[in-house]
């Protein structure tokens, strides 16, 4: 469970699986299972679509939870650094279930790898179903189970990092565990926060969920084929996007049809390593 947010099972325990798919093209399998070692604080109710145990807010609790954000962020500068050194660029892409975060990085990873060399580390809470996919394009994956968690950590980035060994001078992109709310809050030491939102989830979403635009790199709008089909404004969410994030970088694309594709690839170039 994660003590942050309070979801999953309060007897449930928390874990997550690091995993090579098989066939992938890592000459090792490397499966990793760690507890986060988080006391199961409290439940807020996040909408996961489980039953939390509410229990009353005290000192105790938001001292273990900056405990917990502490203990991350230094992780997470650990991460930056080791990055850096071998000249490796990431890519946090962060979203709601269905924003086909998992399509663009498919098309991206195929039009890039012939002048880079890229990897992917996939968060799911369960199976291997977009790692797979991704395995398909012939980069190499490593697939992060978190169980009941709803995001991703710095421990468990260094964790999928140790297993990808991802090379000198290339990107790694990071699939977050789809959820608006609790990625916002952990950094995993990359160099670039991308939350992506489809035409198909409202123009307001910025507003709904401030927090986690609030932290972004660079706003994909995604599935702008879908525009002619759906009451979405491209204007509006990206005037809501800059009303919590004012400098932060739109672009509006198409993963299906390309639409837009050139410059979501140059704002990938022009992010420096470190």
């Given amino acids: 469970m994660c003590a942050t947010c309070g979801c999953g099972k309060v007897d449930e325990p928390a874990g997550t699986r690091i995993s090579v798919p098989a066939d992938a093209p890592q000459q090792h399998e490397h499966e990793h299972e760690h507890s986060h070692g988080h006391d199961h604080a409290h439940g807020h109710g996040h909408g996961h679509g489980h039953t939390h145990d509410h229990a009353p807010v005290s000192t105790e609790t938001v001292t273990l939870e900056q405990r ?17 050194a071998r000249g490796v660029r990431a890519f946090n892409l962060m979203s709601s279930p269905g924003s ?3 399509t663009l990085l498919e098309r991206t990873v195929r039009e890039l790898q012939a002048s880079s060399p890229v990897s992917v580390i996939e968060g799911d809470q369960e199976t291997l179903l977009d790692a797979d996919r991704i395995k398909a394009t012939g980069c190499s994956v490593v697939q992060v189970n978190t169980g009941s968690g709803c995001h991703l950590d710095a421990e468990m980035m260094r964790g999928a990092l140790d297993a990808l060994s991802p090379m000198d001078d290339s990107l790694v992109f990071v699939e977050n565990v789809g959820n608006l709310v609790c990625p916002a809050l952990f950094d995993l030491g990359e160099q670039g926060k991308v939350v992506l939102i489809s035409v198909t989830e409202g123009d307001d979403k910025p507003l709904k969920y401030p927090h986690i635009f609030a932290v972004a790199d660079l706003v994909v709008v ?8 759906v009451d979405f404004e491209t204007e509006a969410c990206e005037r809501n996007a800059r009303s919590v ?3 932060v970088r739109v672009i509006n694309l198409s993963a299906t049809s390309g639409e837009g594709l050139e410059e979501w690839y140059r704002w990938l170039d022009e992010r420096p390593a470190g």
């Fill in 68 to 84: 917990i954000l502490d203990k991350n962020d230094r992780l997470a500068a650990e991460n930056r650094s080791w990055l850096a």
């Fill in 100 to 102: 086909g975060k998992t």
């Fill in 222 to 229: 995604n599935k702008t084929d879908l525009l002619p089909y």
């Fill in 245 to 247: 994030n004012p400098g």
